[in-house]
């Protein structure tokens, strides 16, 4: 047998072949019975389906969006909080038939992904404003979805409550009776890690900053000194220094209120190899409500995320944002709303590591 072709497999049957192509690509328009006897007459001929290329010509779409998860795709399913986000889209997403493409921020050998990709959309996760993927993803004009990070004007955004649970977190300690808190956050920009010179502008990127304000203004409005201490990133080896200079000051806090479960986990333990006990000698607060934070012992106070509902609010504004873009150059469709930002709430989870100062 020759080349099998859509014409070779509605000669089979009996049928047109847009009937073939229905069977394929919109399956809605055909009748069970028949989409099935296509199907079969299909696979007897060994034809897969019309080539995806010549598909996405015709319908000017790939039927694949774009996820940029922060700023290194290795480091990012090291991060339990990117890729419990990432699990959470990606199954809202399935059901839609639109494919998944991780895209890394930066070029890789001599190529710009973000430039080179063929996508319908993208949804921009805790990125740096001004990095190259999210220079490249504007400048082609997609609908962008931006996640954890304030969106560019036209585009929808979904942030968590940080401010919020920055500030439950600092209450909570408060009524503990603790007095003398340190906030623990992270921030790129820095050498090495140190002392936060104006804690009201601490942390570098949209989510530290945020987590740090809402504790940094607990702590004012209590009348007591906010301490913020910075490190340079989220992974144990490179918090470990800092958390160590913490634990061996003078004025060793008695609470810490940290900038993720991750780091809390790193403190926890660095405290108990230096001899003190978590939480008599000193209260620790995470965020997130990883499965760290569950696992950690003792058990992690922390602010909790939904990632299910951040992951669906993101799937929707991406889907929305698609059909946005496509009524845009029809101009017979009815116009759809304009894109929002959505804000998720968090929770305070109180558990183990927490508890009323021992002095």
Known sequence: ????????????????????????????????????????????????GPDPAARALARRSVGAVGVVLTDSLGEAFLDPVASAFFGALAEELAPTGLAVTLIPATPV??????????????????????????????RRRLPLVFVDQEPRPGSAGVLLDERSGGRLAVEHLLALGHRDVVVLTMNSERAAPGWAADPRTAGSNDVARHRTAGAVEALESAGLPARVYE?????????????????????????????????????????????????????????????LAQTLRPALTTLRQDFATKGRLAAQALTAAIARSRTDTAPDEPALAPPTTVTVPVELVVRESTAPPRR
């Not at 690509?25 to 007459?41: F, G």
């Not at 050998?109 to 949804?123: C, K, M």
């Not at 470990?240 to 479960?261: K, M, Q």
């Open 1 to 48: 047998m020759g080349r099998v072709t859509l014409q070779t497999v509605a000669d089979r049957v009996g049928v047109s072949r847009m009937t073939v192509s229905n069977a394929f690509s919109r399956p809605d328009q055909l009748s069970a019975a028949l989409r099935e006897q296509v199907l079969a007459a299909a696979a007897e001929l060994g034809y897969v």
């Open 109 to 138: 050998g001599g190529h710009v992904p973000a430039r080179d990709l063929a996508v319908d959309a993208a949804v921009l996760y805790a990125c740096a404003g001004d990095s190259q993927a999210v220079e490249w993803l504007s």
């Open 231 to 291: 490190v340079v990133d989220n992974r144990d080896h490179l918090t470990l220094p800092g958390v160590r200079e913490i634990l061996a000051d003078p004025h060793r806090p008695t609470a810490v209120v940290c900038f993720s479960d991750l780091m809390a986990a790193t403190l926890v333990r660095a405290a108990q190899d230096a001899g003190l006990d978590v939480p008599r000698d000193l209260s620790v607060v995470g965020f997130d409500d990883t499965v």
